[in-house]
């Protein structure tokens, strides 16, 4: 029997919104990214509220803010306890983006979604369960016979797309991934998956045409040279951890190929050197050449040679002048970047880049529509120490509540001993008085006379036991004392991951501050610009990957109405043939996409193994199989209904079959073994023309399935072609 599949989106169906969806299989709840939006808009988790107690396991795809930004709030305020899953860079880049979000919001505002605390328990080792790519993880008891895989996706280090599997059903999570490889990142491998039950990918950019890496670097480069020659700043609002880092890649190349070590270049964030420093240590999930080139000559790419890892915008002072700075957060609504636009804005020279598209409504977004000259009602918010009446006032307040804790403790403790002498009482009921007169103490703290002995306190002489090891130890004694050592232990880790400046931090906390606001006008003079950093495959590239995947049922989440709309009509046209329907669902709609066919189990028998030869592809292995179903005699009405066997048929009797070709091939690569051959080709139009011009070799493919044609006169040269084309399959 096939599984049953459910589908439903608890946010992110439109594309402003941040994505978290609910897979059912079974009776198994899977949450597909927990994410928030840059103004941490409660009521958008409303959907989240209600599910929680159902989710049995949550699924990460990428370390930002819109996929797992909403994990630190589930777990300390909705009390979510499922196990998270995601990658190693997903699990530290992730902790340090909410660290970051955390510091800079309490900088601005009196955040109290979450805690540091809660960002620890959400990426605690025993809860959040990291893994590789092509891990195998597999679900027990509630969950049995349920496998979760991560693959590749792309676009931030360790992002993923997830295959969820259960006997012959596959379900495939793929969102925001990259096609193309980048200058630290691998491409996504999310086209080497063939015809499953379901895919479930986003629309966000279906309808782009996305610059090449060339273009996209030059474009960035262009204007970061230009400004600095002008004697302008440039600002790059940035997220913490992820798009971040081929940023950085990007401009401290720049600055070592035109030695512009007269200028200066900064990453700030709270966060700065941790994030840079998990980045060095995970080089092997980056791109071959990056590996490569670290095994030949350790060069690590992320021992940036000019640009300046800060933690406070005041460390900026100590930098050349003009300078790059790229800062968290990208919406300019909190954070350093909020802070340094209100002394860049008004500069002529300087510019303002962003690297990725703003969510509307954003502060970002509003900078962005606007043009040169265009002046902001501009609210500044920033945290100050306190002085005079108001520092006096607040210790004096402080005190009191200490002298208010104190006294209530002390209640306590009254009432703890009252109740301990009343004890005592009870248990010394029995003892006999060993003094009849003249004595200052009482009978009761003395122990029963003996005949050869004196008076004395009472006292319990604990026998110790022995073994041949030594003396024998009560485990209990202990107990408490490793549950303080490991709570302290917990605690100091926690704190060296929050960065080298923890210990800054918590200082800092303990001064009391207050929240001042200024609003002001701001008057936009600087350059304002989008250059695409965002690393998604184009609208054209998603389509193709649609064809090559052919998965049996599709949904299509997080886009606008036209994008939606461009993938219904390619889906039509193209994949109406392979894939059986097509759903966009609305916010908290169901959609049911369980198989309606059934799966029978069957044994294999030995002899039938032995006679069959095995051809891997990928991390299957195939082979063709003719058998005869044996069917076992029924022991009992009441027990399990028993496997059938497929047994082998006596060779003479095995009807012929047509020849089965697995795998594929790319007529330029096909153009190189013929190369090697001695054959010289061209690929013109979509046609590899060989034997000077008497045979040609196409490609198509139709209903989903490609088919090679190869067509010329029948010849030697004919039927060598041939045979080097079918030298590229596994023939069954």
């Known amino acids: 029997m096939t599984a049953i599949i459910k589908f439903t989106p608890l946010c992110g169906v439109d594309l402003q919104q941040p994505l978290c969806y609910l897979l059912e299989v079974d009776d198994f709840c899977f949450l597909l990214d927990c994410g928030w939006d840059p103004t941490f808009d409660v009521r958008l988790l409303d959907p989240l509220k209600k599910v929680v107690s159902q989710i049995d396991a949550v699924l990460i795809s990428h370390a930002d803010l819109a996929h797992l930004g909403a994990l630190p709030y589930a777990v300390g305020k909705l009390g979510l306890t499922a196990p998270i899953f995601g990658t190693v860079p997903a699990f530290k880049m992730g902790q340090m983006l909410m660290y970051d979000v955390f510091q800079s919001k309490q900088n601005a505002s009196d955040f109290d979604l979450f805690t540091l605390d809660d960002v620890d328990a959400t990426f605690d080792a025993t809860r959040f369960t990291q893994l590789k790519y092509s891990q195998r993880h597999t679900f027990q008891e509630k969950g049995a016979g349920i496998e979760i895989v991560a693959g590749a996706a792309g676009r931030t280090m360790g992002g993923a797309f997830w295959t969820i599997r259960k006997e012959s059903e596959q379900v495939v999570y793929a969102v925001d991934f990259n096609h193309k490889k980048e200058r630290h990142l691998a491409e996504a491998a999310v086209s080497t998956v063939v015809r499953p039950t379901l895919l479930i990918t986003d629309a966000v950019n279906a309808l782009a045409t996305v610059p090449s890496r060339k273009e996209r670097d030059s474009e960035l480069t262009d204007l970061v040279l230009r400004t600095l020659r002008a004697n302008g700043n440039v600002l790059l609002p940035v997220d913490t ?93 909190y954070g350093f970047a909020r802070e340094l636009f209100a002394d860049l804005a008004s500069q002529p020279n300087s510019a303002i880049v962003f690297t990725e598209r703003p969510a509307p409504g954003t502060f970002a977004q509003r900078v962005l529509d606007a043009t040169r000259g265009k002046t902001f009602n501009f609210e500044f918010k920033k945290r100050q120490p306190l002085d005079g009446y108001e520092l006096e006032e607040h210790e004096h307040k402080k005190r009191a509540e200490k002298e208010a804790a104190k006294a209530a403790t002390r209640r306590q403790e009254i009432i703890v001993d009252s109740d301990e002498d009343d004890e005592a009482e009870d248990i010394e009921e029995g003892i006999v008085n060993a003094f009849q007169t003249g004595y200052d103490c009482t009978a009761e703290q ?143 709609e169901h959609v049911d996409v369980s198989g309606r066919g059934s799966v029978y189990r069957i044994k294999l028998s030995e002899a039938l193994l032995e006679s069959l030869t095995f051809h891997e592809m990928g991390e299957y292995q195939l082979a063709f199989v003719n058998g005869r179903v044996k069917m076992p005699a029924q022991t009992s009405t009441d027990g399990p209904t028993p496997v059938p066997t497929l047994e082998p048929i006596p060779l003479d009797r095995i009807p012929p079959h047509k020849a089965v070709l697995l795998g594929d091939t790319k007529l330029s690569d096909l153009r190189q073994v013929l190369a090697q051959a001695g054959y010289r080709s061209d690929l013109s139009g979509g046609v590899l023309i060989t034997a000077d011009g008497s045979i040609t070799v196409r490609k198509e493919d139709r209903d989903g399935v490609s088919h090679i044609r190869v067509e010329g006169e029948v010849s030697r040269d004919y039927f060598k072609i041939r045979e080097l084309l079918y030298g590229q399959f596994r023939i069954l």
Request: glycine residues 4%.
């Open 241 to 333: 951890s992820g798009r971040v880092l081929e940023l950085l890649v990007v401009l401290d190349q720049l600055f070592v190929q035109h030695r512009l070590s007269t200028y200066g270049i900064a990453f700030v964030t709270n966060v700065a050197f941790n994030t840079l420093e998990f980045a060095k240590s995970m080089l092997e999930w980056t791109n071959d050449s990056i590996v490569s080139s670290f095994e030949s000559s350790r060069e690590n790419p992320f021992a940036f040679k000019h640009i300046k890892l800060l933690h406070d915008l005041s460390e900026l002072d100590d930098l050349p002048s003009p300078r790059v700075v790229l800062t968290s957060v990208p919406s300019l609504e």
């Open 446 to 588: 003395f122990a029963e006379l003996t005949k050869s002995g004196h008076p004395m306190f009472p006292y319990h002489d604990k026998h110790a036991v022995f073994d041949e090891f030594g003396e024998v130890l009560d485990a209990s004694d202990y107990a408490e004392l490793e549950e303080g050592a490991a709570s302290r232990l917990a605690e100091a880790n926690a704190k060296a991951a929050r960065g080298a400046d923890a210990m800054e931090v918590d200082e800092a906390a303990e001064q009391p501050t207050k929240l001042v606001s200024h609003i002001y006008k701001l008057e936009l003079n600087a350059t304002a610009k989008f250059i695409d950093f965002e690393g998604r495959s184009d609208g054209r590239s998603i389509k193709t990957i649609l064809q090559q995947v052919a998965p049996r049922h599709l949904i299509v989440v997080h886009g606008n109405e036209a994008s939606v709309e461009s993938l219904r009509q390619h889906y039509n046209k193209e994949l109406r043939s392979v894939c059986n329907k097509m759903y966009t669902p609305k916010l908290l």
